[in-house]
């Protein structure tokens, strides 16, 4: 069993491990990172226009993948 006086020594150290842990991550110096703040190829669905039947049938059998009457595929990947 811990006594009282050991618990706050085990506190006592803990927080001395976390405050030079602190003060060595302050001298670190990270690179920033800049993101891509652009974002593409994202569209709004909509119903769209009737197309032929050629084309349509020249697209389905093309695509990697389709299910009834959607393509599915991946974005630069097809």
């Given at each position: ?61 093309n695509a990697p993948e389709v299910r009834s009457d959607c393509i599915i ?6």
């Open positions: 069993m811990i006594t009282e006086k050991e618990k706050e020594e085990i506190k006592q150290e803990a927080k001395n491990i976390l405050d030079r842990f602190a003060s060595a991550l302050e001298k670190v110096k990270v690179k920033e990172k800049r993101l891509k703040r652009e974002v593409g190829g994202f569209r709004e669905e909509s119903i769209g226009e009737k197309c032929d039947g050629d084309f349509r049938r020249s697209m389905f059998s595929a991946e974005k630069k990947k097809w």
